[in-house]
């Protein structure tokens, strides 16, 4: 049986946009070429994936990147003792950040991707497979072909694939043989960044450096306009960097610029690094499949973890604090990110951030609605940009096939660039509404930046991502109205054996009265 997937993991740990074009960034001066007399020079290593119409989820754990230089000696390229999983269904078109390093200059080859011996597949309808790459190691080393050229002229990359329409499948011996290539990095549409380091310097309100705990080199930090830096261990929640300082342990989220070797964040978390008998500090991403209140079911896309299946339940959440949105705005359909706690079987919530919504310490008495979807097609007009809109949800003031006219000037790009974003694009926002003017907070590009190698299907695949949220919603609903149909069942049994207990009343009474009168005769 063939897998349908193929997955990107580039060495520069990072994730590259379409064209290498902006990623929410200012303008910020251009990295400098290492000058010639240098010997050594920064590498990125990145992680990507195709869509699969079979697999909804392929998780699997990274642990080590090495290479031989020309001498024969082996260089670690990256390294993480603990194992970095990635669900690689969500990296497609996509590279994910692995690690950036110095290293010396010259060619590099035999190289080798280390990872855990456990692969997990789920299909769209979650049944889950628990496979292996071998039937008796703990961890396997993939041999990717192909070469790495350090040069000090250019930014070096290693972006590696895992060609999952390669992958193949033995059920009678439950082994996954896995295909690795290389790929080159300018075929992405995307790089993200989910990477750990320590802060070193703060340059100003929204610039700070951090050395990667993985490569031990220096990485520029630039917060978005409307990226939050918080804290473990409390509800602070800042959008620059007083929060921040030199030394502390870091957890950032964002799109990262393989040019300029420089992060653009949406999220900075100051890690407390205090795990408790309770669990592991872990964070989980995905759409809430349901949602009664009290328990939340998510339909996990990405986590530091290896999920045993594609539902996670989570709980805690009317006591965990919002960074985006709010308790009485959660619903299913909608895409969040959580931290808390994971002890192995429950996921205990703290902080939670709904896509798209306001920042908590955003006045939403400021507009007429402050969390909207839409989907529809971009026009630019001179100045203006505006949707036509195919799909509204969340909002009463905006009706199907209204032109909206859109601020984008706080806009994080989920997926795509700006540089992309042209006339006559399909596009999903999420944002809020005032005075006719729906401003973004988050947008996706539908098909990216139309690279070749994607296909009708694979946009086909997100809209069925969209369809499931749809779905969920529609699921909800009707637990809603199975729940009560359970309880009028409850009630009528109840009824039922009222009635009966009044029957069997009525019947002693009959014979009472039949017994007094057997005895006056």
Same mark, same amino acid.
């Given at each position: 049986?063939?897998?349908?997937?193929?997955?990107?993991?580039?060495?520069?740990?990072?994730?590259?946009?379409?064209?290498?074009?902006?990623?929410?960034?200012?303008?910020?001066?251009?990295?400098?070429?290492?000058?010639?007399?240098?010997?050594?020079?920064?590498?990125?290593?990145?992680?990507?994936?195709?869509?699969?119409?079979?697999?909804?989820?392929?998780?699997?754990?990274?642990?080590?990147?090495?290479?031989?230089?020309?001498?024969?000696?082996?260089?670690?390229?990256?390294?993480?003792?603990?194992?970095?999983?990635?669900?690689?269904?969500?990296?497609?078109?996509?590279?994910?950040?692995?690690?950036?390093?110095?290293?010396?200059?010259?060619?590099?080859?035999?190289?080798?991707?280390?990872?855990?011996?456990?692969?997990?597949?789920?299909?769209?309808?979650?049944?889950?497979?628990?496979?292996?790459?071998?039937?008796?190691?703990?961890?396997?080393?993939?041999?990717?072909?192909?070469?790495?050229?350090?040069?000090?002229?250019?930014?070096?990359?290693?972006?590696? %694939?895992?060609?999952?329409?390669?992958?193949?499948?033995?059920?009678?011996?439950?082994?996954?043989?896995?295909?690795?290539?290389?790929?080159?990095?300018?075929?992405?549409?995307?790089?993200?960044?989910?990477?750990?380091?320590?802060?070193?310097?703060?340059?100003?309100?929204?610039?700070?450096?951090?050395?990667?705990?993985?490569?031990?080199?220096?990485?520029?930090?630039?917060?978005?306009?409307?990226?939050?830096?918080?804290?473990?261990?409390?509800?602070?929640?800042?959008?620059?960097?007083?929060?921040?300082?030199?030394?502390?342990?870091?957890?950032?989220?964002?799109?990262?610029?393989?040019?300029?070797?420089?992060?653009?964040?949406?999220?900075?978390?100051?890690?407390?690094?205090?795990?408790?008998?309770?669990?592991?500090?872990?964070?989980?991403?995905?759409?809430?499949?349901?949602?009664?209140?009290?328990?939340?079911?998510?339909?996990?896309?990405?986590?530091?973890?290896?999920?045993?299946?594609?539902?996670?339940?989570?709980?805690?959440?009317?006591?965990?604090?919002?960074?985006?949105?709010?308790?009485?705005?959660?619903?299913?359909?909608?895409?969040?990110?959580?931290?808390?706690?994971?002890?192995?079987?429950?996921?205990?919530?703290?902080?939670?951030?709904?896509?798209?919504?306001?920042?908590?310490?955003? &006045?939403?008495?400021?507009?007429?609605?402050?969390?909207?979807?839409?989907?529809?097609?971009?026009?630019? &007009?001179?100045?203006?940009?505006?949707?036509?809109?195919?799909?509204?949800?969340?909002?009463?003031?905006?009706?199907?096939?209204?032109?909206?006219?859109?601020?984008?000037?706080?806009?994080?790009?989920?997926?795509?660039?700006?540089?992309?974003?042209?006339?006559?694009?399909?596009?999903?926002?999420?944002?809020?509404?005032?005075?006719?003017?729906?401003?973004?907070?988050?947008?996706?590009?539908?098909?990216?930046?139309?690279?070749?190698?994607?296909?009708?299907?694979?946009?086909?695949?997100?809209?069925?991502?969209?369809?499931?949220?749809?779905?969920?919603?529609?699921?909800?609903?009707?637990?809603?109205?199975?729940?009560?149909?359970?309880?009028?069942?409850?009630?009528? %049994?109840?009824? %039922?054996?009222?009635?009966?207990?009044?029957?069997?009343?009525?019947?002693?009474?009959?014979?009472?009265?039949?017994?007094?009168?057997?005895? &006056?005769?």
């Amino acid at each position: 049986m063939k897998l349908k997937h193929f997955t990107l993991i580039p060495i520069i740990a990072a994730l590259v946009s379409c064209g290498g074009g902006d990623n929410n960034n200012d303008t910020l001066p251009t990295k400098q070429n290492t000058p010639s007399t240098q010997k050594t020079a920064p590498l990125s290593i990145l992680v990507t994936d195709n869509l699969s119409a079979e697999y909804s989820e392929v998780w699997v754990t990274l642990f080590e990147v090495t290479a031989k230089n020309g001498s024969g000696e082996k260089i670690k390229l990256y390294e993480n003792k603990q194992g970095n999983t990635f669900n690689l269904r969500q990296l497609f078109g996509i590279g994910s950040l692995l690690n950036l390093k110095n290293i010396s200059l010259g060619e590099y080859s035999d190289i080798e991707v280390d990872v855990d011996n456990q692969i997990t597949l789920i299909k769209s309808d979650g049944t889950t497979t628990v496979a292996g790459f071998s039937p008796d190691k703990l961890r396997v080393s993939l041999s990717l072909p192909g070469r790495i050229n350090i040069d000090s002229t250019q930014a070096s990359s290693l972006l590696i %694939d895992f060609d999952l329409s390669q992958f193949t499948y033995d059920p009678s011996t439950n082994l996954v043989t896995a295909v690795v290539k290389q790929k080159d990095i300018n075929q992405l549409e995307h790089i993200k960044a989910e990477i750990k380091g320590i802060v070193t310097k703060i340059d100003s309100t929204d610039s700070f450096r951090i050395n990667l705990e993985e490569g031990k080199t220096e990485l520029v930090v630039k917060l978005h306009k409307n990226g939050i830096v918080t804290k473990d261990d409390s509800t602070l929640n800042t959008m620059d960097t007083s929060l921040l300082q030199i030394g502390q342990k870091v957890k950032i989220r964002g799109n990262y610029d393989t040019q300029n070797q420089r992060v653009y964040a949406r999220y900075v978390r100051v890690d407390s690094d205090n795990d408790t008998l309770s669990g592991k500090r872990s964070s989980v991403e995905g759409i809430v499949k349901f949602f009664d209140g009290s328990l939340l079911e998510l339909d996990i896309k990405e986590a530091d973890f290896m999920p045993a299946g594609d539902i996670l339940q989570i709980a805690n959440l009317s006591n965990a604090f919002f960074h985006r949105g709010s308790l009485s705005m959660l619903s299913a359909g909608q895409y969040v990110e959580i931290y808390g706690l994971w002890d192995g079987t429950t996921f205990t919530a703290s902080k939670v951030s709904i896509e798209g919504a306001l920042e908590s310490n955003r &006045n939403s008495s400021e507009f007429d609605d402050s969390y909207i979807e839409i989907e529809g097609r971009y026009t630019v &007009n001179g100045s203006e940009t505006s949707i036509m809109t195919t799909n509204v949800e969340n909002t009463q003031l905006i009706v199907v096939g209204e032109k909206v006219f859109l601020d984008l000037s706080q806009a994080w790009f989920e997926h795509g660039s700006s540089s992309c974003l042209v006339d006559g694009a399909i596009i999903e926002v999420k944002g809020a509404i005032a005075q006719n003017i729906f401003m973004v907070n988050t947008i996706e590009i539908e098909n990216g930046c139309a690279l070749p190698f994607q296909s009708d299907s694979d946009r086909d695949d997100r809209d069925s991502d969209r369809d499931d949220r749809d779905s969920d919603r529609n699921d909800r609903n009707s637990d809603h109205d199975d729940r009560d149909s359970d309880r009028d069942d409850r009630d009528s %049994d109840r009824d %039922d054996r009222d009635s009966d207990r009044d029957d069997r009343d009525s019947d002693r009474d009959d014979r009472d009265s039949n017994s007094g009168s057997d005895h &006056n005769e």
